[in-house]
């Protein structure tokens, strides 16, 4: 199960609650330019056997009235799928290419030769980027490419005027926490939370962006 809460701007919320099945995930996604209600979402994910093809995938979750979509990569065949369907998509910079990403000249490439055409000739409609999932408690070897991943892929979108309506962020899971309870005293991990979590934090406040949460209640709940 997934949540991520959000500001865009500062003073609104965002809530993003995912209810896994086996392959994919329900979530509920709410956008901070909503006063009230909500819109169903699916995080898509394709490890598995014979799964609906992306066309197939992108027919059925118009019949469902989805309307947002997360992917864990950025398959142009899978984000093609969703191509002139009114649904919104977040896709992920899998951790394995942080440390490409962590130069402004690859992610500023990548913005203009897969993220541009997708947007402009394909009417593919990403509003988000995750630049990594749990890094920095599934990977940690890869922490210092995070941050400058984010940077890198954020002032790819500024120079290709696309960060009014593309937001980009990283997500974790509640790992990165040292106390979750009561919640008024949560705070991260002495390891982590100066050397990278604020200065992540401070930079996704100051690009006006969100920080995304994969939230796991049931592990919780058995520990």
């Known amino acids: 199960m997934g949540l991520y809460s959000s500001n865009k701007p500062l003073n609104s919320s965002t809530l993003l609650m995912c ?3 086996i392959i994919a995930v329900f979530i509920c996604w709410l956008w901070p330019n909503l006063s009230s209600g909500a819109s169903i979402g699916f995080c898509y994910g394709r490890n598995g056997h014979n799964l609906p093809s992306p066309s197939a995938t992108s027919r059925l979750l118009l019949a469902s009235s989805v309307t947002k979509v997360r992917i864990y990569d950025y398959n142009t065949s899978v984000l093609t799928a969703f191509a002139h369907t009114g649904i919104d998509v977040m896709l992920t910079i899998p951790n ?24 402009m000739l394909d009417s593919v ?12 408690t599934t990977m940690p070897h890869l922490s210092d490419y995070l941050l400058p991943a984010i940077m ?12 009014d309506r593309i937001m980009v962020t990283t997500t974790h899971s509640m790992g990165v926490l040292d106390t979750t ?3 008024s005293r949560a705070c991260f991990k002495n390891t982590i939370g100066n050397t990278y979590m604020k200065p992540i934090v401070d930079y996704l406040k100051a690009i006006r962006s969100f920080y995304m949460v994969n939230a796991y209640p049931y592990h919780a709940y058995i520990a």
Do not use: C, M, Q
């Not at 409609?125 to 920095?136: P, Q």
């Not at 890198?152 to 960060?163: E, F, Q």
């Open 19 to 21: 209810l896994p099945p």
């Open 96 to 119: 394995e290419e942080l440390t490409r990403f962590n130069s402004e000249t690859f992610a500023h490439a990548w913005v203009d030769s897969t993220l541009v055409p997708l947007i």
């Open 125 to 136: 409609r990403v509003s988000a980027i995750s630049v990594g999932v749990e890094v920095l």
């Open 152 to 163: 890198s892929v954020h002032t790819g979108l500024v120079k290709a005027n696309l960060s």
């Open 181 to 183: 309870y009561p919640p």
